[in-house]
């Protein structure tokens, strides 16, 4: 049975840190703003952020680790228990990129292994494709 992937407070900041992973990642300096955004480079750039949280250098992330990293309390434990697959207490490099995998085909809509910019901004892609409005007779 394949996992459902519930709506969480790291959507909103998922969606507001790709287009920063995006001009962040390597030889995207002088990328076009409308270059995709690989699967491979989405994974690396979210677990290699989320990773940082690790104070201690275990090769894990706790609950207080990641509250500790300014992420804010309420948002982060509800995120927490959706990454830490094993419920051990802790996230590890490898929960972590099964979930940023999963968050990225949550995301990728049309199924082509690269996040567009439709895709990065829902909102905004879904604007852009509107038919415009037709003026009375």
């Not at 051990?88 to 995998?101: H, I, K, M, P, T």
């Amino acid at each position: 049975m394949t996992p459902v992937f519930r709506a969480s407070p790291l959507l909103a900041v998922t969606l507001f840190a790709i287009p920063a992973a995006a001009q962040s990642l390597p030889g995207s300096a002088t990328a076009a703003p409308a270059q995709g955004v690989t699967s491979a480079q989405f994974i690396a750039h979210h677990v290699d952020h989320f990773m940082a949280a690790d104070k201690d250098g275990d090769g894990k992330v706790s609950l207080s680790e990641l509250e500790a990293s300014g992420r804010g309390k309420h948002k982060v434990a509800r995120l927490f228990q959706q990454m830490d697959a094993n419920h051990d207490g802790f996230v590890d490099r490898n929960e972590a990129q099964a979930y940023f995998a999963q968050r990225f085909q949550h995301l990728d809509r049309n199924g082509d292994g690269v996040l567009e910019p439709d895709e990065r901004h829902p909102a905004k892609g879904a604007s852009a494709r509107a038919e415009p409005a037709t003026v009375g007779p």
